[in-house]
């Protein structure tokens, strides 16, 4: 079975669009991209091109993965980030959109001081910077790329992930970034010192336990749990990192979290409870949403 390329991507859309992907006819053309290392200008140059068997064969078998519900993600292998291509594996979440605001709003911290043109802190105060629950080390890296001044720690409890985070780092040329396995400050708590940063970063699990059956398939089938699940009511990284990020900062160190849409009040309770913080804001993603939470640890 030999095919004109045009034709076997109208297949693919098509069996993409029976399978209720998203943007079947898209994922097509880019998995086609993929397959032939191609960007769409080559893809246009080869349009009338006839394909031979195993070209065809290797096409659907990449179809077929997609209309099962596997991100395009997890099959190109790349996701890009603050213009940086990440590589991204099952074991790590595929950074979000939504998080590149954080990054916007941190490097805004680190190099003027302020948060979306308000005061916030001195400048220069940040020079060191902890992205906890890195996952692929996209806050992390992309930080550490934008404010090469600045020294990066990015840590997770996945010995999987950190790897992939390693990767990343070297990739795009960040080789001083430091990695630190553990659960969460786990690693950062010596015998005599706790070790302390003056900005800690973090997108932690925070999807409700009960959710996670109900997001989409390319989620809750493909990404890991340990990345999503906040527990019963979402806000168990919260909990811990309000208790324990203190003890982390320095005098004014800033706390900078990603929030869900819907958890504003009950994020900036739990470090309102602690009265270890003070200017706790809530800002919003690109789409108007509730999505970063900061505070500044009360000075001594
Ligand atoms: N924003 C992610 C999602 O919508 C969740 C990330 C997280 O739990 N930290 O799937």
Redesign the pocket.
């Known amino acids: 079975m030999s095919l004109p390329l045009k034709e076997l991507i109208k297949i693919g859309q098509t069996q993409l669009k029976e399978a209720g992907v998203g943007d079947a006819d898209r994922d097509a053309r880019d998995l086609y991209c993929f397959l032939d290392k191609i960007d769409t200008v080559g893809l246009m140059m080869h349009w009338q091109d006839t394909l031979q068997d195993n070209a065809c064969e290797a096409y659907f078998d990449l179809i077929q993965r997609r209309a099962a519900g596997e991100p395009m993600q997890y099959i190109t292998g790349v996701q890009e980030f603050m213009g940086i291509p990440f590589k991204v594996t099952p074991q790590v ?1 595929i950074p ?1 959109q ?2 590149e605001t954080m990054i916007e709003d941190a490097i805004e911290a680190i190099e003027k001081g302020t948060l979306r043109g308000r005061p916030f802190i001195k400048a220069a105060a940040i020079k060191e910077v902890l992205d906890l ?1 890195t996952g692929s080390g996209a806050i992390g890296v992309s930080i550490a790329k934008m404010c090469p001044k600045i020294k990066v720690v990015c840590s997770d409890i996945s010995p999987e992930a950190l790897k992939i985070a390693e990767e990343n780092a070297q990739t795009s040329g960040c080789k001083s970034v430091k990695f630190q396995e553990g659960d969460l400050f786990s690693p950062f708590c010596g015998k005599l010192r706790k070790r302390k940063f003056d900005l800690i970063i973090t ?5 409700q336990t009960d959710v996670i059956p109900t ?1 989409q398939r390319e ?1 809750k089938d493909h ?1 890991p749990m340990s ?4 527990g019963k009511d979402g806000l168990d990284f919260y909990r811990r990192i309000a208790a324990e990020a203190p003890s982390h900062l320095n005098k004014n160190g800033v706390l900078m979290m ?1 929030i ?1 849409y819907d958890q504003r009040i009950s994020v900036t309770e739990l470090l309102q409870q602690t009265a270890k913080f003070s200017d706790i804001i809530c800002l919003q993603d690109l789409a108007g949403k509730d999505r970063i939470i900061a505070a500044k640890l009360i000075g001594k």
Do not use: H, K, S
């Open positions: 979440l979000r939504d998080t629950c997108n932690p699990p925070y999807i997001l989620v990404e990345a999503l699940d906040g990603e869900g």
